[in-house]
C-alpha cells in the first residue's frame, strides 16, 4: 500500500504543475483587489453555454489564490461551460498566533465577498461573457471553496437577520461541492487543515454564533439539487467530512448525491490530467444542461 503522505504529495504536485490558464475577460465585484473574477469562454464557441461558478479551495488562507483553480477552469471550458472563477479575500498574511502558518478565512469579510459575487455575477457575465447563460447556473468549489459552495446555496435558509439571506432560493441548477468541508463539527474533531474552522470561526465565544450562519450540515434542508465528490483516500479533508453532512441532509429530509471515488485522494478532483477531474466534469454536466 502506497504511503498516503507521499501519495498525497505527489497527487498535490500534479494538481498543481499546470501552467496557470489567462482568462478571457475579468471583472470586479467590489472595490478591494480580491474581489474580481474571472471568465472563461467555452472553447467550442458555443451560446447559451451553462456557467459554472468556481470557488476555489486553500483552507480560506491568503497564499491558496484562484490561480491555481485556472487550468480547471480551462478544463470544464474546453468542454463546453462558461466559467467564472472567484476570488474572495482569506484569512491574513502573518502568521496565526501560538502557529506558524497564516490565518483561515476573514470574518466577515470572506462571506461578504462570496455573497456580493454570487449576487453581481448574473449581471457580470451578461457583459463580459455574452456566451453564458446565467439562467443555468452551477456552483462547484474544491475543499474550503467546497464548503462556500454549498454556503451560497444555502443564503435562503440562514437565519433572520442574518446580512447574506436571500428572501427566496437562488436561481441554481445544483452545486457541486468537491472534498468539501462540509460539516464544521466533524471537521473540527479532525483538526481539518490544522485547525482552519476554530481559525475561520473565532475564539469559543464567537464559535455557536458564526457557525449558526456559516455551517452547511446546519443550513439544511436547501432545496437545491446538490452532489458531493469525495476521494476515498483523502487525507486533507476525510471523506467522513462529506459523509457526516450527507447524513445530516438526510435528517433534514434531503436527499444528497455522494460519489466516492476508489483510490483518489484531495487534489484529483481539480487535476486536468486526472481521472477524477472528468468525474468531476461529468457531474456538474448533468446538473448544468
Known amino acids: 500500500m502506497p504511503d498516503p503522505v507521499a501519495r498525497d504529495a505527489a497527487e498535490e504536485a500534479s494538481a498543481l504543475s499546470h501552467p496557470a490558464v489567462v482568462p478571457d475577460a475579468s471583472a470586479a465585484y467590489g472595490e478591494h483587489p480580491d474581489q474580481v473574477v474571472d471568465f472563461y469562454a467555452p472553447r467550442d464557441g458555443r ?3 451553462p456557467l459554472v461558478v468556481l470557488l476555489h479551495g486553500g483552507a480560506w488562507r491568503a497564499p491558496y489564490d484562484r490561480q491555481h483553480v485556472t487550468p480547471f477552469a480551462d478544463f470544464l471550458a474546453r468542454r463546453g461551460l462558461a466559467v467564472a472563477n472567484v476570488e474572495y479575500r482569506r484569512g491574513r498574511e502573518i502568521p ?5 502558518g497564516p490565518v483561515a478565512g476573514r470574518w466577515p469579510e470572506t462571506f461578504d465577498d462570496v455573497a456580493a459575487a454570487l449576487d453581481a455575477l448574473p449581471d457580470l457575465a451578461r457583459r463580459a461573457l455574452p456566451q453564458a447563460d446565467p439562467r443555468r447556473t452551477v456552483v462547484t468549489g474544491h475543499s474550503a471553496g467546497g464548503q462556500l459552495a454549498l454556503w451560497a446555496a444555502a443564503r435562503h435558509v ?3 437577520g442574518s446580512p447574506w439571506r436571500l428572501p427566496a432560493p437562488p436561481d441554481l441548477r ?3 461541492a468537491l472534498a468539501p468541508i462540509a460539516d464544521f463539527a466533524h471537521a473540527v474533531g479532525l483538526d481539518v487543515c490544522g485547525g482552519a474552522v476554530g481559525q475561520l470561526l473565532g475564539a469559543e465565544g464567537e464559535y455557536e454564533q458564526r457557525a449558526a450562519h456559516t455551517d452547511p450540515a446546519v443550513l439544511l434542508p436547501t432545496g437545491i439539487a ?3 465528490v469525495h476521494g476515498r483516500t483523502d487525507i486533507v479533508v476525510p471523506p467522513t467530512v462529506s459523509e457526516a453532512f450527507v447524513d445530516a441532509a438526510a435528517k433534514a429530509g434531503e436527499t444528497v448525491g455522494l460519489t ?5 485522494g484531495h487534489f484529483p478532483l481539480i487535476d486536468p ?3 477524477a477531474c472528468a468525474v468531476v466534469a461529468e457531474e456538474i454536466a448533468q446538473l448544468a444542461w
Open 260 to 264: 466516492l471515488l476508489e483510490e483518489v
Open 158 to 160: 440562514l437565519p433572520a
Open 96 to 100: 496565526q498566533q501560538r502557529g506558524t
Open 273 to 275: 490530467a486526472a481521472d
Open 174 to 176: 445544483g452545486v457541486v
Open 47 to 49: 451560446a447559451g453555454a
Open 226 to 228: 446538490t452532489v458531493v
